[in-house]
């Protein structure tokens, strides 16, 4: 095999260097630490990248899944942290880039009637790493109901509400816990968001949400306060994103700070 042509390391002459180039939407096993349980197993859709060097033709993809599939059958988040170090060496480049998305589910009780049923999150690892360092970065999006300000304000027979998405993305100096950050957001918005309700529990979420109305921009500062007081986060960016029940757009709003500013 080693008489056959390696087109990817011929000279390329443009001299125009490339951010990232690799793999994506591949998918993946993946364990990961559960709060409520001892660990949940879900499917990941993979994505890494390397630089280029501008003299380089191509890279090597395959050598991208084997990395992947160096780790055995599953992923851990251990192995995440680890993989654009082994990338750079794999394809001797200076940076690396690794994302996993992934669904992540959790049991909720109905607030009145106690049915429970699964509600499914999105999650997404970022890691970045050069010669240098690592940088990891852990995003929660979670689905929420708010209820318009204004709207319960000037009618006289209720108020309009929707279902927005929380994307709330973090560092931190230690590791903290999924459910912690989505729970942090849920008790910003309005209502939560429940995969079962029974009339009992309609009734509650409805009048719960009209007696706590919140803008996109109230629900971004809410987060933005209770992430500024927790004492793992060093950085965030929160971004809320409502799906308008009476307009044809949607309501939108991003904070982005680091845990230390005034």
């Known amino acids: 095999m080693s008489d056959l042509k390696d087109t990817q390391s011929e000279l390329d002459h443009r001299r125009l260097p490339i951010d990232r180039v690799g793999v994506r939407s591949l998918r993946f096993p993946l364990s990961i630490r559960d709060r409520d349980a001892s660990a949940q197993h879900t499917i990941a859709t993979v994505s890494l990248a390397v630089d280029l060097p501008h003299q380089f033709k191509g890279t090597h993809m395959s050598r991208f899944v084997e990395v992947l599939h160096a780790h055995g059958s599953e992923l851990t988040v251990s192995n995440i942290v680890g993989m654009p170090t082994e990338l750079m060496k794999k394809l001797h480049a200076d940076k690396a880039h690794v994302e996993l998305r992934f669904p992540y589910f959790r049991a909720k009780k109905a607030p009145v009637s106690g049915a429970e049923g699964l509600l499914d999150y999105g999650v997404i690892f970022e890691v970045n790493a050069d010669a240098g360092s690592t940088d990891f970065v852990l995003t929660v999006e979670v689905p929420v109901t708010t209820l318009c300000p204004c709207s319960k304000a000037i009618s006289a027979r209720g108020a309009h509400n929707q279902r927005g998405t929380v994307t709330l993305a973090v560092r931190f100096s230690e590791p903290v816990w999924i459910e912690d950050l989505i729970e942090l957001v849920e008790s910003c918005a309005s209502s ?45 960016r929160v971004e809320a994103e409502n799906y308008e029940s009476i307009h044809n757009h949607n309501a939108w709003a991003v904070i982005e700070s680091t845990t230390t500013s005034p």
């Open 192 to 236: 939560q968001l429940y995969s079962i309700l029974k009339r009992p529990d309609e009734k509650h979420v409805t009048e719960v949400a009209y007696d706590n109305p919140v803008f996109v921009e109230d629900l971004v500062r809410n987060v933005a306060v209770k992430v500024k007081a927790h004492p793992k986060i060093t950085w965030f």
